[in-house]
């Protein structure tokens, strides 16, 4: 069975930490690998990778994926408060339109 | 913003009522795929539609149902609802050259009672 798993579930951190993110799948016909941050309810897209070893920045944030090893990480630096969400890692697969969720990780930044 | 709406926003129906659930895309996005978030899990996929046909199927009962219409927009209906269908509902839509990225509706929280 296809599936996504995060880790950790939850973290608390100050700002000004850095923070890793992780994604690791099990899934036939693997396609693409997403990110998501979740504030409240809709899903706001980060990040696509479908490459190993190319990393993707966007200001503080970044992220790669292995697909040898079937995992992705999402790194922030510099953290604020504003970064407090559920980030959500997800599979798209080759051969349908359909995505696989991992759980999610809860970030809470205290000031 | 991410130019896909959702209507209702919140909703509370009883067991073994029907619901219908909206959803407007962005314009071009000829493909729509619904989700369905229990609390503290990830999103999982319903189905999706394109070009108005059912295009993929997640792990849900035929008493979920969908259409997607002309103008793109689309409908997720739920009959029989069982307590376990309360959960945020989620439509995302895509661009028919880069359907890799689904950009995701604010939702429709459901209650069932």
């Known amino acids: 069975e296809d599936k996504v798993v995060q880790s950790p579930l939850s973290l608390v951190v100050h700002e000004g930490d850095t923070v890793t993110l992780n994604c690791s799948y099990e899934v036939t016909n693997f396609r693409s690998l997403l990110w998501y941050k979740q504030e409240k309810k809709a899903p706001t897209f980060l990040f696509m990778l479908t490459s190993s070893g190319i990393e993707k920045k966007s200001g503080r944030l970044s992220s790669i994926l292995d697909k040898k090893e079937l995992f992705s990480i999402l790194n922030i630096t510099a953290t604020q408060t504003g970064d407090s969400a559920v980030y959500l890692c997800?599979?798209?697969?080759?051969?349908?339109?359909?995505?696989?969720f991992g759980q999610g990780t809860t970030l809470q930044v205290k000031p | 913003e991410t130019g896909v709406t959702q209507s209702p926003t919140h909703l509370i129906k009883t067991r073994g009522q029907q619901v219908t659930l909206r959803c407007s895309s962005q314009?071009?996005?000829?493909?729509v795929s619904w989700y369905q978030q229990a609390l503290g899990q990830g999103p999982q996929f319903i189905f999706q539609y394109y070009r108005e046909e059912e295009n993929g199927r997640g792990n849900f009962p035929p008493r979920f149902s969908g259409l997607q219409f002309p103008n793109y927009s689309s409908e997720l209906n739920v009959n029989a609802l069982e307590l376990d269908d309360s959960a945020l509902y989620l439509c995302?839509?895509?661009?028919?050259?880069?359907?890799?990225?689904?950009?995701f509706g604010p939702g429709t929280r459901l209650t069932v009672l």
């Open positions: 995302a839509s895509s661009l028919p050259r880069d359907t890799d990225t689904q950009y």
């Open positions: 997800a599979v798209r697969l080759s051969n349908t339109g359909k995505l696989i």
């Open positions: 314009s071009g996005h000829n493909t």
